[in-house]
């Protein structure tokens, strides 16, 4: 039989003894949890120690009786004897409460376990997918929505999500873009604080809050031509100014623990990756939480022709820093051998143990281990009013207006026969999004349940074409339908008789999301057939886009004249759109990515660099050929980054720098005026931009600094001031150290990264 600790017995103790001697009263939150965890780590042997660093999924039906045989038996009596440290993948109340209650009271020494789940854009009541809520630009809804999420998530057991994906993404053939906040390092890093603090709330041990997960460090978003878990080769500056930036932001502002990447980071595999994991994150940026693997990612070093075996990859993992096996099976194996051989110091991992137990005191799991285990709760929070209202504002923030050219948008309330055409129009399922592990399948409010509240027109459904054959997630591919056109012709026949046809094309919520890349970035299956079939009977269409990715709508955005990017918009989507397609709600929200022409263009984003050649300076020299472009495209996107309009329109003036030449750590200010000059009252985004002439290391033409929401009244102006400061001004050189330099920069303010309105200054030193 085991002799049961109690550690709270023994920490109590120890406590008393330090409070008799008046050594207690004056610690901080934190000195407390680190001489607990101190405390503890001196009771844990080696093997509890590895025990700790290793996490596994779900694996049986926790609540029935014990497995029997196999993996799910090994696992069990690896719960049973103290070996792991967390889990992943249980939810609900009572699964939860199950595993913990074996941790807690069977093993030695007690130690709760950690539980992660992917709660990427909400538990079961879901937000857009996280690429459309970065298109809202608004902070405090983003935050909102992560702490809707966390409270979800919180009521069902879990205390750890894997969220938010901080990569910065260039390539929308990549899957994943749908998961991240888009192409920009300043914009990521704004919302990966929001995001953080939205999970984490001010207080990680409160019942609502649980801790965050700034994934995937580093460099994932620019996987090798897009495709999925692809070789990246980055250099150091881009890994420096675009890559890092996010996750710094997040670990500054205290994300509780990080995942590294299945890539590989310029030959070396993140999972081993000491420059990053040592060097960066727990050496130069002070990073105190822990370092969860991806799944399987240290034993796929193997794979990588990193590692020689799984027991080399335990061994490198370990030694750069990777405090948690997530699925590899690697450290609950092989540590101790490395340890008793001297190949891993026994400080090594008491280090990662260390932060792990850590996390789990700051989530108050050694006061309560059954904190997250409220059945109460569980069934008031879930899916709660509360809940669907957060995610339906965020839904409505996240909607880009493209074209409104004919003004067909705001919709007639009355009086109009409205056709609404498209598979994807009444599909509950797709809207969700990928990543909705613990929601419902088919529970999102479709377009057509959207609009059918509006009772004041005639609404005429048919769907044409669907988008899709088949839909599951994880295990097959989205089987696209590009044959099928029975509908084609009951579709027609509605749009001929319709004033406006509405119709919701683009991607199965399927196609995106993680091992979901694409080369063709067009509507997929007969989409584009069914569109140009229905535009030949009736012109006046409003094209409502689903998508997690930037799609190239060329042939649309030529033709069609009003174009609303909708995204996948989570459980509320058919009732946010239905909103501002009838003019309830005013779009504003902005393009966190590039709209490429075509996929030949990618990767192509606003912040590149001018090149030597920049634009056909020899415009007027017939035919000339020796400068950046392409022979067959032009070098424009088709819709910028920070794009998006309104039903209103805003005009920006009189753009003012404060004075024309200041000191490097000076203060830099410039205003503008932004009036709304249109007709409806709207919220505008307006964005600055730098362009830093001339430095040590070459600049991009453009980079966002700021970026502020004003609602303005029709006819009413404002105006909006911006400060830089040495964080907007400077950059990361070649040694990965912050420098701000002197020099000429342009300032740039408008409604996009195309904004026109420029002055200049200039930054001395003494
Ligand atoms: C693999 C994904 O890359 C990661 O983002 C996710 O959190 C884990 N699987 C766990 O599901």
């Given at each position: 039989m085991k002799t049961k600790v109690s550690i709270a017995l023994v920490i109590t103790l120890t406590l008393i003894t330090q409070a008799v001697k008046g050594q207690t009263s004056s610690y901080?939150?934190?000195?407390?949890?680190?001489?607990?965890?101190?405390?503890?780590?001196?009771?844990?042997?080696?093997?509890?120690?590895?025990?700790q660093m290793n996490q596994y999924n779900g694996f049986w039906n926790v609540t029935g009786p014990s497995p029997k045989n196999g993996n799910a038996k090994k696992k069990y009596n690896h719960l049973k004897n103290g070996l792991v440290g967390s889990m992943l993948n249980v939810k609900g109340v009572k699964n939860v409460k199950a595993v913990q209650k074996i941790a807690v009271e069977e093993t030695r020494l007690g130690i709760p376990l950690i539980i992660g789940f992917d709660v990427i854009h909400g538990y079961q009541t879901l937000a857009p997918i996280p690429l459309a809520e970065a298109a809202s630009w608004d902070l405090d809804a983003i935050k909102n929505s992560a702490s809707t999420a966390a409270a979800e998530a919180a009521a069902a057991g879990i205390n750890w999500t894997f969220a938010p994906m901080v990569d910065i993404s260039r390539d929308p053939r990549w899957g994943r873009v749908m998961e991240g906040a888009g192409e920009d390092p300043f914009l990521g890093s704004k919302i990966a604080e929001a995001r953080v603090g939205g999970f984490q709330g001010d207080d990680l041990s409160a019942p609502n809050t649980i801790a965050a997960c700034a994934k995937h460090f580093a460099a994932y978003g620019f996987s090798e031509a897009g495709k999925e878990y692809n070789t990246v080769d980055v250099g150091t500056s881009t890994l420096h100014n675009i890559v890092l930036p996010p996750f710094k932001a997040a670990s500054d502002s205290g994300v509780k623990t990080m995942m590294n990447a299945f890539n590989e980071l310029n030959g070396v595999p993140a999972t081993g990756n000491t420059y990053l994991l040592r060097d960066i994150l727990k050496g130069k940026w002070g990073f105190k939480g822990f370092v969860v693997s991806d799944w399987?990612?240290?034993?796929?070093?193997?794979?990588?022709?990193?590692?020689?075996?799984?027991k080399d990859a335990a061994r490198l993992a370990a030694i750069a820093g990777s405090d948690l096996d997530m699925e590899s099976y690697a450290y609950v194996s092989e540590l101790e051998l490395l340890i008793k051989e001297g190949a891993v110091k026994e400080r090594t991992i008491d280090e990662a143990v260390r932060r792990i137990l850590t996390v789990k005191y700051e989530l108050g799991l050694f006061d309560d281990p059954y904190r997250y285990c409220d059945s109460k709760r569980e069934k008031k929070v879930i899916n709660s009013k509360a809940s669907h209202a957060a995610v339906l504002d965020m839904a409505k923030k996240s909607i880009v207006l493209l074209?409104?050219?004919?003004?067909?948008?705001?919709?007639?309330?009355e009086g109009q026969t409205i056709a609404l055409i498209g598979g994807l129009a009444a599909d509950n399922n797709s809207p969700l999004g990928s990543w909705r592990l613990a929601s419902k399948d088919s529970t999102a409010v479709s377009v057509l349940e959207g609009m059918k509240r509006y009772k004041g027109n005639t609404l005429v459904f048919e769907k044409g074409a669907d988008v899709n054959t088949t839909e599951t997630e994880f295990t097959r591919e989205v089987k696209?339908?590009?044959?099928?056109?029975?509908?084609?012709?009951?579709?027609?026949?509605?749009?001929?008789?319709?004033?406006?046809?509405?119709?919701?094309?683009?991607?199965?919520?399927?196609?995106?999301?993680?091992?979901?890349?694409?080369?063709?970035?067009?509507?997929?299956?007969?989409?584009?057939?069914?569109?140009?079939?229905?535009?030949?009977?009736?012109?006046?269409?409003?094209?409502?886009?689903?998508?997690?990715?930037?799609?190239?709508?060329?042939?649309?955005?030529?033709?069609?004249?009003?174009?609303?990017?909708?995204?996948?918009?989570?459980?509320?989507?058919?009732?946010?759109?239905?909103?501002?397609?009838?003019?309830?709600?005013?779009?504003?929200?902005?393009?966190?990515?590039?709209?490429?022409?075509?996929?030949?263009?990618?990767?192509?984003?606003?912040?590149?660099?001018?090149?030597?050649?920049?634009?056909?300076?020899?415009a007027n020299v017939p035919d000339f050929v020796f400068w950046s472009h392409y022979g067959d495209v032009e070098n424009t996107p088709l819709y910028p980054f920070g794009y998006g309009l309104s039903y209103t329109t805003f005009n920006y003036n009189a753009i003012k720098v404060s004075k024309k030449t200041y000191q490097l750590k000076e203060d830099v200010k410039v205003s503008c005026v932004l009036k709304n000059t249109g007709k409806l009252k709207g919220k505008e985004v307006a964005q600055l931009y730098i362009r830093d002439l001339t430095a040590s290391v070459t600049r991009p033409v453009r980079e966002l600094k700021g970026f502020k929401s004003v609602t303005l009244d029709p006819g009413a102006s404002q105006t909006i001031t911006f400060t830089l400061t040495e964080n907007e001004l400077g950059f990361y050189n070649n040694e990965g150290n912050y420098v701000v330099e002197p020099g000429m920069f342009e300032v740039f303010i408008g409604g996009s990264s195309q904004a026109t309105l420029k002055s200049t200054f200039e930054l001395v030193s003494k």
């Open positions: 901080s939150k934190d000195q407390k949890i680190n001489f607990k965890v101190d405390s503890l780590l001196k009771l844990m042997t080696v093997k509890e120690k590895i025990g399987a990612s240290i034993k796929e070093m193997v794979t990588w022709g990193y590692a020689k075996s799984n074209k409104n050219e004919t003004q067909l948008l705001p919709l007639k309330k696209v339908n590009t044959t099928d056109k029975s509908g084609f012709p009951a579709a027609i026949a509605a749009a001929k008789k319709a004033d406006v046809v509405v119709m919701v094309l683009g991607e199965h919520g399927f196609q995106s999301g993680e091992g979901r890349s694409r080369t063709e970035l067009s509507l997929p299956g007969v989409q584009q057939e069914l569109l140009e079939a229905v535009f030949k009977v009736n012109k006046n269409i409003v094209l409502v886009l689903n998508n997690g990715r930037p799609l190239t709508i060329n042939w649309a955005s030529e033709n069609i004249p009003t174009i609303v990017e909708a995204w996948q918009l989570g459980s509320q989507t058919g009732n946010a759109v239905a909103e501002v397609l009838y003019g309830d709600y005013n779009p504003s929200g902005k393009l966190p990515i590039t709209f490429p022409r075509n996929v030949g263009q990618i990767p192509i984003y606003y912040n590149h660099k001018n090149t030597g050649r920049p634009v056909n300076e020899q």
